[in-house]
């Protein structure tokens, strides 16, 4: 009987050769191992804020911003790149909200928690502006940063006028003076916050918080238009549309975005390379009779196409490798970043891919963020002298935190962030636990400066007229090498 049973268990082992399992003890291992890694990963890098338990719905404006606070704990609790001094000014700006609950506007409280996470002074441990203000009425009109300029980039039909006028001063403040009163609302450096900072200026809640207006009152812009002329406009505030599309003020020269119905964007006269194929993140062209490559890097990630940024990637080595071009362009400045290990490979090969007489040109402005300015550190490793900046100062420092977990406060909506994985693009980072393990196959990349080489700002006359000062750069820059 036991013999039976004893051939009748052990029938797959006679029947499967050894070695199939072997291979497929080798599989289960592999797998094992990779969920393993996936929980660990998590567990170092990205905590997860749980709510805290057995809390009611509050009964008062009061009980419910406490209750936030509360939740907001999980920035102090999770955030690793916090210093003794950081987390006293944390606990400071904390102590003030928790003493003024009752008392504070929700645009006060909202700029309050990002004020109080604004001391980590880390570009990636932010609240986006969009979604600060989007529970808030704002203006028909949208404003972006071009070169030392608040523009109007989108509006609503019947203020078609207003398209491209330059703003001076907003109830009678000064344009300038209002961007400094909400400085302290972001860490990181002035780039990453001119990107942000726009979507301030059209809610009156948030002007009101500043000592700019009144909430409830229209607001008076002065204006500049787009021809010269110089005009003082009224604007009542629409009422506040919380699901609506949200688009960050930097990506606003991008014409196709945020044209949802009922708004109407600035069309350039022309579609310089930076502007075409707005359904692709990435896309590659050679520039006729130059001897120049142009490849599009407007996100680290895939972007829904046939083709995945890795088979992408990998694409552009080959083509180099195969038919090899004179001068690279890297165009990142709408990139917000995404996975840096995916593009490492081809951002290393580039320079030699153009030989010891080419260039590679990244174009850069303060929407270069995260990824992307790993991506450049990674060209610019291997041949400093060879690979140029052309545009505009980077959003980031070469010393950053990333990783980590966003999540929304239970009644204020505030999106409260905290970073946990460290990124030293400098000097190399080290510990287990601090520096993030996604990237460590690349790591250490070691460059003296991201600065910008070629500076050539993209402002509104050029924008409008359908032009591209940076490759407008890189076009005399290859001119002047070549003697012409």
Not at 159 to 186: H, K, S
Request: aromatic share 10%.
């Amino acid at each position: 009987m036991f013999r039976k049973f004893w051939r009748l268990i052990t029938a797959p082992f006679r029947l499967v050769p050894w070695y199939l399992w072997l291979a497929a003890a080798a599989v289960a291992a592999w797998f094992g191992r990779s969920i393993l890694l996936i929980i660990a990963t998590i567990i170092a890098f990205h905590p997860i804020p749980l709510p805290p338990l057995f809390q009611g719905e509050p009964e008062t404006v009061a009980e419910a911003r406490l209750q936030d606070l509360r939740h907001f704990h999980h920035v102090r609790r999770n955030e690793r790149s916090m210093t003794d001094e950081m987390r006293a000014r944390f606990d400071a700006r904390v102590a003030y909200l928790e003493a003024n609950a009752g008392s504070l506007t929700d645009a006060e409280f909202m700029l309050g928690l990002a004020r109080a996470q604004a001391e980590i002074d880390n570009g990636h441990s932010n609240t986006p502006a969009t979604r600060l203000v989007a529970r808030f009425p704002r203006l028909p009109v949208r404003m972006a940063e071009m070169d030392g300029e608040i523009r109007i980039l989108r509006v609503r039909p019947e203020q078609q006028p207003l398209l491209g006028a330059r703003v001076e001063r907003i109830n009678g403040v000064e344009v300038e003076e209002l961007l400094a009163r909400f400085r302290d609302a972001y860490g990181g450096n002035d780039a990453f916050y001119l990107t942000q900072a726009p979507a301030l200026l059209d809610a009156p809640d948030f002007l009101a918080a500043v000592d700019a207006g009144e909430a409830d009152m229209p607001v008076r812009l002065d204006l500049t238009l787009a021809d010269g002329e110089t005009v003082q406009v009224l604007l009542d505030a629409e009422p506040a549309a919380p699901d609506a599309e949200r688009a960050f003020p930097g990506d606003l020269p991008q014409p196709w975005v945020h044209v949802t119905e009922g708004w109407v964007a600035a069309e350039p006269d022309a579609s310089p390379l930076y502007l075409q194929q707005p359904g692709r993140g990435y896309w590659m062209e050679r520039i006729e009779n130059t001897g120049i490559v142009y490849i599009a890097l407007r996100t680290n990630l895939d972007d829904g196409g046939e083709e995945s940024l890795a088979a992408f990637s990998s694409r552009v080595v080959q083509t180099l490798t195969e038919q090899p071009a004179r001068a690279v362009v890297v165009d990142q400045r709408f990139s917000g970043g995404g996975d840096l290990t995916i593009t490492h490979a081809m951002m290393a090969a580039l320079p030699d891919l153009v030989g010891l007489d080419g260039r590679v040109y990244l174009l850069t402005s303060g929407n270069t963020f995260s990824a992307a300015i790993v991506n450049l550190a990674s060209a610019r490793e291997v041949a400093p002298e060879r690979v140029l900046l052309v545009g505009e100062a980077i959003g980031d420092r070469l010393q950053f935190w990333a990783e980590g977990w966003g999540y929304e406060l239970p009644n204020s909506g505030f999106r409260a962030r905290y970073s946990t994985g460290f990124y030293d693009l400098q000097n190399g980072c080290t510990g287990l636990f601090r520096c993030a393990w996604g990237s460590l196959h690349i790591f250490p990349i070691l460059i003296e400066d991201l600065d910008v080489d070629i500076p050539a700002p993209l402002d509104w006359p050029a924008y409008i007229a359908g032009r591209d000062p940076a490759m407008d750069a890189v076009m005399a820059e290859e001119a002047r090498r070549r003697g012409r």
